[in-house]
């Protein structure tokens, strides 16, 4: 069974960092696009970044670049986003997503975990 | 960026109900359109990839249909477990984007 596992959501200060890990099970973890994706409290769903398989190429939303930076382990079947210069507009749940592939325009998100909370606050 | 927009934001309706969700996109996405459902609490979950293809597991009620910058979401036949937050989701280029959802509660 395919499972995605978020953690190292927390309550951290505006110009504070915060490491988010997504534990992957179920699945050849090396042969697929990760993503992370997030949601504020009454929005609707953000893309935030995504990595290829290899971890050669990342991308990012312009809302993020340049603080967040996005990462994987193959060896680990891990993915990462380290989060620095954080901001009040960067709280939110914060989503791992599998691609069903590689980044191509038929790609979807097909599996999600539930999240992990950060919130960013004085 | 493209923008995703979703219409109605929010609709009642019955056990047993059609339901249809609108989704539009700034420009042409061809067919790249994606639908998510998510339900409080609980991961997001794919229904329906390059706008018709049924995600596998996903019962036969739930269609799709559009190209270009308008599509729709079809529940033929609302069933309890369908009260959820509906969205769509352009993979025609990066970033991806997602509309701002469509809830469905009951009447």
């Known amino acids: 069974e395919v499972q995605v596992l978020e953690s190292g959501g927390d309550l951290v200060q505006p110009g504070g960092s915060l490491r988010l890990s997504c534990a992957a099970s179920?699945?050849?973890?090396?042969?697929?696009?990760m993503n992370w994706a997030r949601q504020a409290p009454g929005r609707g769903l953000e893309w935030v970044s995504g990595?290829?398989?290899?971890?050669?190429?990342?991308y990012y939303a312009d809302s993020v670049k340049g603080r967040f930076t996005i990462s994987r382990d193959n060896s680990k079947n891990t993915l990462y986003l380290q989060m620095n210069s954080l901001r009040a507009e960067d709280t939110a749940v914060y989503y791992c997503?599998?691609?069903?592939?590689?980044?191509?325009?038929?790609?979807?998100?097909?599996?999600w975990g539930r999240g992990t909370l950060v919130t960013v606050s004085s | 960026d493209i923008q995703m927009t979703q219409s109605p934001s929010s609709l009642s309706a019955s056990v047993g109900d059609r339901v249809t969700i609108t989704c539009r996109a700034s420009?042409?996405?061809?067919?790249?359109l994606n639908w998510y459902q998510q339900k409080p609490g609980k991961a997001p979950k794919v229904l329906i990839y390059v706008a018709s293809s049924l995600q596998r597991g996903v019962p036969s009620r739930f269609s799709g249909s559009g190209s270009g910058t308008d599509f729709t979401l079809t529940i033929s036949s609302l069933q309890p477990e369908d009260f959820a937050t509906y969205s769509c989701?352009?993979?025609?280029?990066?970033?991806?984007?997602f509309g701002p959802g469509t809830k469905v509660d009951f009447k």
């Open positions: 997503a599998k691609m069903n592939g590689d980044y191509m325009r038929s790609s979807n998100f097909d599996y």
């Open positions: 420009q042409s996405i061809s067919n790249y």
């Open positions: 989701q352009q993979s025609y280029s990066i970033p991806f984007t």
């Open positions: 179920g699945f050849t973890f090396s042969s697929y696009a």
């Open positions: 990595i290829t398989s290899s971890g050669g190429t990342t």
